[in-house]
């Protein structure tokens, strides 16, 4: 039988502690993740971090606060029109337009200015007016205006007398009146003017699931302020999206959404846009030109990783590529582009800016015999050694130049550049308009 701990009244002392630092497991995994992120960050990249997650906070805030922002529903009082299963990325999740009915100040109840009228049948996320509510944040549908006088009654809402008809796009509803007992549902049911007039600027909200819905008709009458705005589509799951307003069923959504797509497919899987800030091409790319980079002609890219799905084609002697490579110390600049020198398994060599293959110029045809590779101020020994560690070119692997390196890196500071570094081809000059022209291996 295991003995007691006097100190601990009798409990045993807890298994999962370090001996002598009482940290958990759990803590000093994430203390010594926190460190291996952070050991090797120069002061140059924290900065970069903390300027990049600056402006991605300030962004998010821009968008999140005066136009648009997701929200989960929270319970069953929409359904079918919503679905709040509270499991982890089941229940139904929406886009709320802040913008609508004018931009509210952060974290009070008042407006900036006022926007559009709410409309009966919108779909609206608001502050709940009831202290005591379960969730603070709200979404049903408006269904009494101000001034108007409510009355719910054999499942059906009534406004000034008639009975109010469902719109096409809403599933059928039984609005439920008191059950025996059932004191505290008062306003849209009892005819008397405190609870039967909806006040200037506030609206009776009502969720579809009426017999499951705890809304306006216990709360009351929701004001204007409140109302964070107006729920536009179902973007999670994806099985249920659902735009509410027939914005998708536009031709010109239709239209903007085909090029956007297309566009995301050709930027995913076979070519994107650089910029070329450095005019180290000499006369066949300016700076500042934009380039179309063909990420397909070394195979389909993984999106997001350097794999590719196919195999694709040999680079050629002259192309201009661009590539990944170490951070430039100077500028932090990881992406550089350069001319293909050398070829897996040849001998190169720079011999007064002419480059040599094999111990050899190159043959009249090729398309660098006659370019010359400025050397003032550039640093390597790549390519400037005729030992084999710094003249063959390994397997899977190339040597880029630029016509000037000054400044600015190439193979012979970088070494030989892996296939899986390259992005891509350059083809083209897309931008400026003034030169869009195509680009050939020279």
């Known amino acids: 039988?295991?003995?007691?701990?006097?100190k601990t009244g009798g409990r045993a002392d807890k298994p999962n502690r370090k001996p002598g630092t009482g940290v958990s497991p759990e803590r000093s995994a994430f203390l010594g993740a926190v460190s291996w992120f952070v050991g090797d960050l120069s002061r140059q990249n924290a900065i970069d971090w903390t300027k990049n997650i600056g402006i991605a906070l300030a962004v998010a805030f821009m968008i999140r606060w005066p136009l648009a922002e997701p929200y989960k529903i929270p319970s069953q009082s929409m359904y079918p029109t919503l679905n709040g299963v509270d499991r982890f990325l089941r229940g139904d999740r929406v886009f709320v337009n802040k913008y609508v009915y004018g931009v509210r100040v952060p974290f009070m109840n008042k407006r900036l200015w006022r926007g559009a009228d709410p409309q009966?049948?919108?779909?609206?996320?608001f502050q709940s007016p009831d202290p005591e509510a379960q969730h603070p944040t709200l979404i049903k549908r408006i269904v009494g205006l101000p001034g108007e006088r409510i009355h719910i009654a054999h499942g059906k809402v009534y406004v000034n007398g008639e009975?109010?008809?469902?719109?096409?796009?809403m599933p059928p509803a039984y609005y439920t009146s008191p059950g025996p007992g059932q004191r505290d549902m008062v306003y849209g049911v009892l005819e008397d003017e405190t609870h039967a007039v909806v006040p200037k600027e506030h609206y009776l909200m009502l969720g579809d699931n009426s017999g499951n819905s705890r809304d306006g008709r216990y709360f009351g009458w929701v004001p204007n302020e409140n109302i964070v705005g107006k729920a536009f589509c179902i973007w999670w799951p994806i099985p249920r999206c659902r735009d509410f307003t027939g914005f998708t069923r536009t031709w010109w959504w239709r239209t903007i959404a085909s090029v956007l797509g297309i566009l995301l497919i050709v930027r995913l899987f076979y070519g994107r846009s650089w910029c070329l800030r450095h005019p180290v091409l000499g006369d066949t790319i300016g700076a500042g030109e934009h380039?179309?980079?063909?990420?397909?002609?070394?195979?389909?890219?993984?999106p997001f990783t350097r794999r590719r799905m196919t195999p694709g084609r040999k680079l050629v002697r002259g192309e201009i590529v661009v590539y990944?490579?170490?951070p430039n110390p100077v500028t932090g600049e990881h992406t550089f582009a350069g001319r293909v020198a050398g070829l897996p398994g040849e001998r190169v060599y720079l011999d007064n800016g002419k480059l040599t293959t094999n111990g050899a110029p190159l043959p009249a045809s090729d398309p660098l015999a006659?370019?010359?590779?400025?050397?003032d101020g550039a640093a390597g020994t790549y390519g400037r050694s005729k030992g084999k560690e710094y003249s063959e070119v390994p397997d899977g692997h190339y040597f880029v130049l630029c016509d000037d390196a000054s400044g600015y890196p190439d193979s012979r500071t970088l070494?030989?550049?892996p296939r899986r570094d390259v992005i891509g081809v350059a083809t083209a000059v897309w931008w400026p308009l003034s030169r869009l022209r195509r680009i050939t291996a020279c």
């Open 370 to 375: 006659e370019r010359t590779f400025s050397t």
């Open 163 to 169: 009975a109010l008809e469902l719109p096409p796009n």
């Open 415 to 417: 070494g030989w550049i």
């Open 1 to 6: 039988m295991a003995k007691k701990n006097s």
């Open 291 to 302: 380039l179309y980079i063909h990420r397909a002609a070394l195979g389909i890219p993984t």
């Open 324 to 326: 990944h490579g170490p």
């Open 120 to 125: 009966r049948w919108d779909i609206v996320v």
